[in-house]
């Protein structure tokens, strides 16, 4: 039984070794391993206040996204108004231009128009009255083939001059 029941003076030994080595394992290990925890601790600590910042960040340039999309929508909105005004002003004044010219062009066929027709009128009565004396001109010759009748022709004539 001796085997099985540890003597006095190895128990008292045993006690001294795991004291010294509670304090040998105290200055050289849970010392830096303490330290390097409390390092730890910060650095999430630190990761965390990092992420939180990172956060409050974002939300405030997803705020200032937002704000800065919202005045380009109003800008190109405004462009977008002020294009079409601007358009419709150039078409406006096309139409007004086009109406200008038309009337004019109008104005210009109808001066044309009636002063081919003064022509045309001119020359038909230049051609009547040519076609009048020629037919005139022949009739008198056939009427006033003797003497004695243009005699009588230009007596009378005469009469109608002294009249007038």
Do not use: C, H
């Not at 960040?57 to 294009?83: F, G, Q, V, W, Y």
């Not at 009048?132 to 005699?151: C, M, N, P």
Request: glycine letters at 4%; charged letters at 30%.
């Amino acid at each position: 039984m001796e085997l099985l029941t540890p003597g006095s003076g190895l128990i008292i030994w045993q006690a001294i070794i795991f004291l010294a080595l509670i304090l040998i394992l105290r200055k050289l290990a849970w010392g830096p391993i303490i330290q390097s925890l409390k390092q730890r601790e910060q650095d999430i600590e630190g990761a965390l206040q990092s992420a939180e910042e990172a956060k409050k960040e974002m939300e405030k340039l997803s705020a200032d996204n937002e704000k800065l999309m919202a005045e380009a929508r109003a800008e190109r909105d405004s462009m977008l108004k002020e294009a079409m005004a601007v358009a419709n002003k150039i078409k406006e004044e096309a139409k007004e231009e086009t109406s200008e010219i038309t009337s004019k062009m109008i104005a210009d066929a109808k001066a044309t128009i009636e002063n081919e027709k003064r022509a045309a009128l001119t020359d038909v009565k230049n051609q009547v009255a040519t076609l009048s004396l020629e037919i005139t001109e022949k009739l008198v010759r056939t009427q006033l083939g003797g003497a004695k009748a243009q005699k009588d022709l230009i007596e009378e004539y005469v009469k109608e001059l002294n009249l007038n």
